[in-house]
């Protein structure tokens, strides 16, 4: 244990020492370290981040592969809420132009920057920490590498305090930028809804059942319970593969509807508001499903059936995904200059 404890700090210092040589070259370079504190987007990622630590309950005593794929899922969740809070970011500084000035550009200039700020502090958290820390091994896990634990039937708390911690940082975000929360709980109606059910209609075509709907159940309730673990990674697998290929088309297809607005900004910085929500709704999804993802590992490890587990990594076409984003975002704001 203190091998470990002492790697970890290793990793720290080593992450520390990185991140502060950077920022004493940006200080040199004359850049105001002030633009990269932003309490709401430090707030957002780390309420993103609380839930899926929180429903990790095996605690190692081996290093095994179990530590590379806790790694990985936290990984995806903060660059996925990187990204997320950008997207929210857009959508609320899109939002205040359509009552503003229509040709904002100087605004548009300091709201881009803002809203980037979470993007940067996850590839900070990704790049920096999690990558140091992490430490990877072939050995396959089983109950004899990690500490007892007390198996029953019971209501998975963890879950519920850490999606509603979740849910309070997501709100207190929106709140500290604007008071107004009609366009949040304006879009959580009907859009949601049909984006729900046709994720999940679109999976359960492409597995050729509906069984995955009972994996559903190790979110709330029975942690430890008997499940299939073949159908709910390839339910895992599916949807998120689902949410990213659709996060793409989206992109695309806001972006040919943004430009044909072009004589108006302030339209194309609305539609791309909307883009904002909608993919936001997505990713909180994806994030979901990587909670369920976090259960179902450690459940084929307890009930000793993780040669049916099936990881798929995503972290490369998340990195993908961001570069598209503010390749739009960029795209949109010369878009401005020229127009202006």
Not at 9 to 19: A, E, R
Not at 48 to 73: G, M
Not at 143 to 149: A, G, S, T
Not at 171 to 196: E, H, S
Request: hydrophobic share 55%.
């Amino acid at each position: 244990m203190a091998l470990k404890q002492n790697q970890l700090l290793i990793s720290l210092l080593k992450s520390t020492i990185i991140i502060i040589s950077i920022y004493v070259i940006l200080n040199y370079s004359g850049v105001d370290a002030l633009i990269y504190v932003s309490t709401a987007s430090f707030g957002f990622l780390l309420g993103s981040i609380v839930p899926i630590s929180l429903v990790f309950y095996l605690t190692p005593i081996t290093k095994t592969i179990y530590d590379k794929i806790q790694f990985s899922l936290i990984k995806e969740t903060i660059l996925v809420a990187g990204l997320n809070g950008s997207l929210l970011g857009w959508t609320l500084m899109s939002y205040s132009f359509e009552k503003e000035n229509p040709y904002p550009i100087d605004n548009m200039w300091a709201g881009m920057s803002a809203s980037l700020v979470t993007l940067l502090y996850a590839f900070v958290w990704a790049l920096l920490v999690i990558d140091l820390i992490r430490k990877d091994s072939n050995v396959e896990p089983d109950n004899h590498c990690f500490k007892e634990i007390d198996i029953k039937k019971s209501i998975n708390y963890r879950f519920i305090g850490g999606v509603l911690f979740w849910c309070a940082a997501y709100v207190g975000t929106w709140l500290l930028m604007t008071p107004d929360l009609y366009k949040l709980t304006d879009f959580l109606k009907l859009p949601a809804l049909i984006g729900l059910l046709l994720i999940f209609l679109v999976t359960g075509l492409h597995i050729g059942n509906i069984k995955f709907v009972q994996t559903i159940k190790i979110l709330f309730y029975d942690i430890y319970g008997n499940y299939n673990i073949n159908d709910a990674s390839l339910f895992i697998k599916t949807v998120k593969a689902l949410i990213i290929k659709c996060s793409f088309i989206l992109f695309f297809g806001f972006l040919l509807a943004g430009l044909s607005n072009s004589i108006l900004l302030w339209e194309t910085l609305l539609i791309f508001g909307n883009l904002g929500f909608v993919l936001s709704f997505l990713l909180s999804l994806y994030q979901l499903i990587l909670i369920q993802e976090a259960l179902v590992l450690q459940n084929s490890i307890v009930n000793k059936k993780f040669n049916e587990y099936n990881y798929q990594n995503n972290v490369s076409n998340l990195y993908v995904l961001i570069s598209v984003f503010v390749g739009v975002m960029i795209t949109i704001w010369l878009l401005g200059m020229i127009i202006v």
